[in-house]
């Protein structure tokens, strides 16, 4: 039994190929974690860095409260099953179990007893004398998996273990692991490409692609609320249909339209949650819908043209393409076809002209660029229109004086406000009514009725439906664009420093102990001891000569008097906010940040410093953080 916690996970292999980034992940003891994703996207590298077999290039592995990156597989207490069984055809099934645990000066007579446990276990009782080439391959995928388990280990990983075996011995031996799982009450890591093995046995999901973490989260999870294009394509069978749409809101319609003319209105009630910039009738959007979220009727809905059917008893799948001529569209356009799954139905056929109606409660939209999700549990950003005018600012129906930062630098005239639910706080320069809270990931999210739109906020428990909710904005924490421009951007809550690295070797109690530093400009911090080790051990001695980006939270960084220790910085501008004040500041060296100052600060100069234990280094060389 065993949790265990990948932290910043990196794997650079020796010819410069990264195949595994910033993977992090809290695994709970007797999870049972997939890890998905096509071939390639660095699954199995991931497990075998957890095995031991691979080393990790940064980044903290910790099997239980032990760090272990540098430790020996052996030493562990893991045991992983391969696709490729890996028995010694030489031996017989039980001296394939038994290998192991003589390796380690078992007692015969134990391992005896664990050897029949896991036999018994795994119904392969009467296989114990035969050699592995008897076998067949799920019998002898059950030998490899009783050599795992015969060795009690805290944490199980499975590489694609079944994907050598038929279709039917696969969904048998699904169904024989999740039980052994059950039943041993183990960690368990398994990787496969196959998303329906991943669905039915995970607990939690981590779907990857070329390298990077899509998304972490419960089989319903990633089907229901999948982040991205990439994990809504990729679970789910038929694939969910994607089609190129533009959103066009009127009032409480928003009317989906295709890229061949046709349309189908939604009520705005179902995508309320998509920020109103998608909402123009103008800005590309990938409308997504699963074939078993689409009903068929006469008339109505999106019209399409049956090109195919596939019937699979009590489940037919239907292929179309949205108009109703056969010659309108080639079948390379991916974007017209549509694919339906129907459930007891069976009266269609090739040729057919139906209407399609995708279930309100289950359409997704995605960014056409980034295709990452547009309706968020929380959305990301409340967009609102506002005027500015003399030094002031009129939204929500309530004029406010703009702080210092901003009426200075905001155009007259209107603009657009794109502010985060959590930069909208308790207080008094606006009011809006409650008009629905709900509970979300255990915060509230209150829909507060701006005229038709609704303006997201997270408030208090205390706080409820029909209220009048007094609020006011974090100024530096919104966006505004005038004419399509960024014309003020949110101050992001880390500061980002280059500098370098070094060490000193010096004679303690007749020792010689090495101490690791960060340098910028002139200013010299000393580095946690494990910390330094880490850089150096990735780097080598280049660790020297190499520029490091230091990151870390503005709110870590503290001025201090002159006679400290500390980094020299002009102040170039001050920013106030109203609720906060930023000065720009310039170090010697020519680097530009913003540290947070009292209101009533008017210096030229400043000293700054933080600690080491608060700061996060990055290699510049490669997108990469070291500690
Ligand atoms: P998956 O298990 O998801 O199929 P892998 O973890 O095996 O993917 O591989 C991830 C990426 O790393 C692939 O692009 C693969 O070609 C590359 N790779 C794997 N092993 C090595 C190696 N020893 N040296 C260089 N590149 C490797």
């Known amino acids: 039994m065993a949790n265990l916690k990948l932290s910043h996970i990196y794997k650079v292999y020796d010819n410069g190929h990264k195949a595994v980034n910033d993977f992090s992940i809290d695994i709970a003891d007797r999870e049972f974690i997939v890890f998905v994703g096509p071939s390639g996207c660095g699954k199995s590298t991931t497990l075998r860095m957890i095995a031991g077999l691979e080393t990790i290039t940064a980044g903290d592995l910790f099997i239980g409260d032990t760090l272990v990156n540098d430790m020996e597989p052996k030493d562990r207490d893991i045991a992983m099953v391969f696709q490729s069984y890996a028995l010694y055809p030489h031996m017989s099934v039980y001296e394939n179990m038994a290998f192991g645990l003589r390796n380690r000066r078992m007692p015969e007579a134990e391992i005896k007893e664990r050897v029949m446990k896991a036999a018994k276990m795994l119904d392969i009782v009467d296989y114990l004398d035969r050699k592995p080439k008897q076998m ?3 019998q002898r995928q059950r030998v490899a998996l009783g050599r795992a388990l015969v060795r009690d280990p805290k ?11 038929d279709a039917k011995l ?59 294009k990439f994990v809504a394509g990729f679970i789910g069978t038929p694939q969910m249909n994607f089609f190129d749409v533009t959103l066009k809101r009127e009032h409480d319609t928003v009317t989906i339209r295709f890229s061949n003319g046709d349309s189908t209105d939604v009520p705005y009630e179902a995508v309320s949650k998509i920020d109103s910039r ?12 699963r074939p078993e979220h689409i009903d068929i009727d006469k008339d109505g809905g999106l019209k399409f043209i049956v090109t195919g059917v596939e019937r699979l008893g009590n489940e037919t799948i239907i292929y179309g ?36 109606h995708p279930k309100m409660n289950k359409l997704h939209f995605f960014d056409k660029e980034t295709e990452i999700t547009l309706i968020h549990n929380i959305p990301l950003h409340n967009t609102i229109e506002a005027r500015v005018s003399a030094g002031a600012l009129r939204a929500i129906g309530t004029e406010v004086i703009l702080p ?48 038709e739109n609704y303006l997201f906020a997270l408030v208090d428990d205390c706080v409820t439906e029909g209220e009048d909710y007094g609020f006011s904005i ?35 109690n007749g ?3 090495l101490h690791f530093y960060y340098n910028i400009d002139k200013y010299s911090i000393e580095a946690e001891k494990e910390n330094g080790y880490k850089i150096n051990s990735i780097d080598k001695d280049h660790c020297y000569d190499y520029t490091y980006r230091y990151v870390l939270n503005r709110d870590n960084i503290r001025t201090v008097s002159d006679g400290e220790d500390g980094l020299d910085v002009d102040i170039l501008e001050k920013l106030d906010y109203g609720s906060v004040c930023y000065a720009k500041a310039k170090t010697e060296d020519g680097q530009e940040l913003l540290i947070k100052t009292d209101k009533d600060f008017d210096g030229t100069k400043a000293k700054i410093a933080f600690d080491a234990k608060d700061v996060s280094v990055y290699s510049t060389r490669i997108d990469m953080m070291l500690c």
């Open 155 to 165: 944490v199980f990983l499975l590489d694609e273990p079944l994907s050598n075996l």
């Open 321 to 356: 393409k949205l108009g109703d001529s056969l010659g309108e569209f080639t079948l390379k356009d991916e974007g017209n076809t549509i694919v339906v799954k129907l459930v007891d139905r069976d009266d269609l056929a090739v040729g057919d002209v139906v209407y399609a």
């Open 404 to 451: 210092d930062a901003l009426s200075k630098t905001l155009p007259e005239g209107s603009v657009e406000l794109a502010i985060p639910p959590q930069a909208i706080v308790k207080d008094s320069d606006f009011y809006l009514k409650v008009a629905r809270i709900e509970k979300v990931d255990g915060k509230n999210l209150a829909y507060l009725q701006n005229g």
């Open 474 to 508: 974090l100024y530096d924490k919104m966006t505004v664009k005038a004419n399509g421009k960024d014309v003020a951007l949110p101050i992001e809550d880390e500061v980002s420093l280059n500098g370098r690295f070094s060490k000193k070797e010096l004679r303690e």
């Open 170 to 228: 696969r969904a048998t031996m699904r169904a024989e692991i999740t039980a052994l799982h059950k039943s041993l009450n183990t960690t368990f890591i398994y990787v496969t490409h196959d998303q329906v093995e991943a669905m039915t046995m995970g607990t939690r999901i981590v779907v990857m692609k070329l390298g990077y973490v899509q998304q972490i989260d419960t089989p319903m999870n990633l089907y229901n609320s999948p982040y991205n």
């Open 136 to 138: 067949s391959g799920g």
């Open 278 to 289: 998608y909402l123009d009738g103008e800005k590309p959007v990938i409308f997504g819908i």
């Open 511 to 513: 020792e010689r102990v």
